[in-house]
Each structure stands twice: as C-alpha cells, then as structure tokens.
C-alpha cells in the first residue's frame, strides 16, 4: 500500500507540490519507505551459514585436540598416573556433544594439561606446534560460538526499527489522508483512495475525505 501510494503520488507531482504540508508529508513518507525495505533486506541475513561453518571449526578443533588426548592419555597409563588419565579420558563424541561451549573447554582443557606436561610428552608425538595449533583452532570455533545468538538479537532489534518505521509512515499518511481532499482534484483523489484501499486491516485509516465538488455554472 506504501508503494501504491507512493506511486501515485510520483506520477503527480504538479497537483500536490504545491501545498508544502502535503509535500513535506510525502517525502517523510518516501524515507520511512526506503528506511523499511533497508531493514527488511538486512533482516534476511541466515544463519543456517553460519551454523554450518561452526559445526565445521567444532569438527577441526575436536579432531585437531583428540590426538593430543590420546598422546597425554597414553602417557598417564605408561606412568601408572591414574588422576591424569582419567582427566584425558575423551572420545571424539565427548569432545563433539554437549553445549557449544562445552566442548571448547575441554579442548583447551586437553591442550593446558598436555602444555603443562609438554617437556615429557616429546616420545608420545605432541610437540609445541602442535598444540599452538588445537589453540588456533579453539579460538577460532569459540569466535564462531555466539554468533547465532548474536544474529538474532540484531534481528529483533531491526524487527523493532522496521515496526517504528511503519508507524511513522502512517503518521505522514495521516497527515497526507487529511490533506489530500484541499488539492480540489478528484482524479488524484480517486487514484489516492484505491491506493490506500489495497492493504484491508483493522490498522488501516479511514479513507481520506473527498475534495469539494467542482462547482457548476
């Protein structure tokens, strides 16, 4: 219905240009429009993207951490370290269920005991590359983890934006309502009114008053 109207209203300028109220009122109109159709656009963002990029950097940490694990839990059972082992004790599935977030941590968990122990742990394959990489790859899935959340958050705040705009639309379309009868040209008029009568809701103004009719000799 915005558009309708707005289409109307471009298709003759010289019947309304002149009253400065109505005008001003239409270019409102036309920048809570573009302000409406900006936010609606960025609102499509999705995020079944990014949903598929962090279960991908969950897969790589995990599966960058697990040989880690194994090493430290290797070592922890070679040394009769009963505490140690059980704290290593992880399968891919431990490290891959659970919240997003748990699974961070025990990454990192592995990658602390294993830095902690990394002087004996040279003849069990974990070096200082190797654990500089399970960290890269940790931050790189916890830089990934609250973006969902994030996304929609920023999607009800541009909901609320979009709902502000259409309120201020209606409220030039008000004002444009209550003019458009003073321009004295009943084909704008009747052009004007079946713009406004295409959107048919409870919401939806009055239809404008009608010009005066044109006087006849």
């Given amino acids: 219905m915005y ?3 707005e289409g109307i209203c471009a298709a003759s300028p010289t019947v309304w240009q002149s009253l400065e109220a109505f005008a001003d009122a239409f270019a409102d ?4 429009i573009t302000n409406i159709q900006n936010f609606a656009q960025s609102r499509e963002q999705d995020t079944s993207g990014i949903a598929a990029d962090k279960h991908a950097a969950r897969a790589a940490m ?5 040989p880690v694990a194994r090493a430290v839990h290797a070592y922890a059972v070679k040394t009769n370290n009963n505490q140690l082992a059980g704290e290593i004790d992880f399968s891919l599935s431990d490290l891959m269920s659970g919240r997003d977030v748990e ?4 990454c990192q968990n592995i990658h602390d005991i294993a830095n902690a122990n990394l002087g ?10 190797r654990l500089a990489t399970v960290a890269m790859m940790i931050t790189a899935y916890s830089s990934l983890v609250s973006k969902p959340r994030d996304i929609r958050a920023q999607g009800k705040t541009i909901t609320d934006s979009i709902q502000a705009e259409f309120t201020a639309a209606d409220d030039a ?3 444009m309502d209550d003019l458009v009868g003073q321009l004295g ?3 704008f008029w009747s052009d004007y009114t079946n713009a406004r009568d295409i959107v048919d809701t409870p919401a939806s103004h009055a239809s404008p008053t ?3 009719a044109t006087p006849h000799p």
């Fill in 3 to 5: 558009l309708a109207v």
């Fill in 29 to 32: 109109l036309k920048t809570h």
């Fill in 62 to 66: 995990c599966n960058a951490a697990l």
């Fill in 103 to 106: 699974s961070a941590v025990h």
């Fill in 120 to 129: 004996l742990l040279a003849p069990y394959g974990v070096t200082a590359a």
């Fill in 173 to 175: 379309l008000t004002l």
């Fill in 185 to 187: 040209n009943p084909k």
């Fill in 210 to 212: 009608p010009p005066p």
